[in-house]
């Protein structure tokens, strides 16, 4: 397009920031606005988290509706310890699915504390928590369902901020 040199581009800049339309109310919405360009790219595109997700079906063939066991596992991929802040009983609470048809069962108690666990890097903290599948109705008599899960919110301490982050997929064979 234009072959500008870098002096000319300079001057071509200078001159539009210092013309007389532009007041200094509007210089400064200008840089504010670039600063802000600046700053929602770098949230827009996060570093990868030092936390993955892991869960395998305790069976792969359910009955639709049934609840069956799933186990996960939070792993440190990082190189430094993360600490995670784990309710006692409300831990399946937080976790979501990636597909409709499937649900985390969640759990209830009398007292739901919170502990922390410091993981160090390669180490992961595992725990089993209850799903089911609801297939929508009239669908046929036997469906693969393949989904994920995932964490939703960043409550678990220093191990993520951003949300959510993924498990591997699986698949479970559903029979009505």
Known sequence: MYNLRAAELDYQLRFVLNAGALT????????LSALLLCCAGLTAFPQDSPT????????????????????TAIRNTGSEEQVLEIWACGYPNRWKADNLSVHVVSEGCLKNTP????????????????????????????????????????DYGTAWKVSPIWSNAVTVNVTR
């Open 24 to 31: 200094d109310m509007t210089k400064r919405i200008v840089l």
């Open 52 to 71: 993955q997700l892991e869960i395998k079906l305790a069976q792969t063939a359910v009955k639709n509706n049934e609840e069956f066991s799933v186990s």
């Open 115 to 154: 502990f922390k666990v410091q993981l160090k890097p390669g180490r992961a903290y595992e725990r089993k928590m209850q799903i089911r599948v609801e297939l929508a109705p009239g669908s046929s008599q036997h469906e693969s369902v393949t989904f994920r899960l995932g964490i939703e919110g960043g």
